[in-house]
């Protein structure tokens, strides 16, 4: 079983930045996946991008590639999301998730999830 937690959060001003955390127990990650997905209301998840933890290697949907990196600190066993040059349309419920294996844009493969943390971006 792997735990995780979101942190960080927090209504910013559209062009801000802002850097959420994603905090896993349970198991060491060396062989998971984190996935960064997102939920606005009304809309459906969505796939922000992914880390494989053990070569760092990372993917992103292309409505945040280049504002958006996902690193990890193996230390601490968490997960970033540091996000840029925000705009309204982020504004959404930010979950992280963990899957065995690499990562991949489907929410339906990552069995493990987080509760979520509130990111408001106004204009």
């Known amino acids: 079983q792997v735990q995780l937690v979101e942190s960080g959060g927090q209504l910013v001003q559209a062009g801000g930045s802002l850097r959420l955390s994603c905090a896993a127990s349970g198991r060491t990650l060396s062989s998971y996946a984190i996935g960064w997905f997102r939920q606005a209301p009304g809309k459906e998840r969505d796939f922000v991008g992914c880390?494989?933890?053990?070569?760092?290697?990372?993917y992103y949907a292309d409505s945040v590639k280049g504002r958006f990196t996902i690193s990890r600190d193996n230390a601490k066993n968490t997960a970033y999301l540091q996000m840029g040059s925000l705009n309204v349309e982020d504004t959404a419920v930010y979950y992280c998730?963990?899957?065995?294996?690499?990562?991949?844009?489907?929410?339906?493969?990552?069995?493990?999830w987080g509760r979520g943390t509130q990111v408001t971006v106004s204009s």
């Open positions: 998730a963990a899957r065995a294996g690499t990562g991949n844009i489907y929410s339906a493969n990552y069995p493990y």
């Open positions: 880390i494989n933890w053990g070569d760092s290697t990372t």
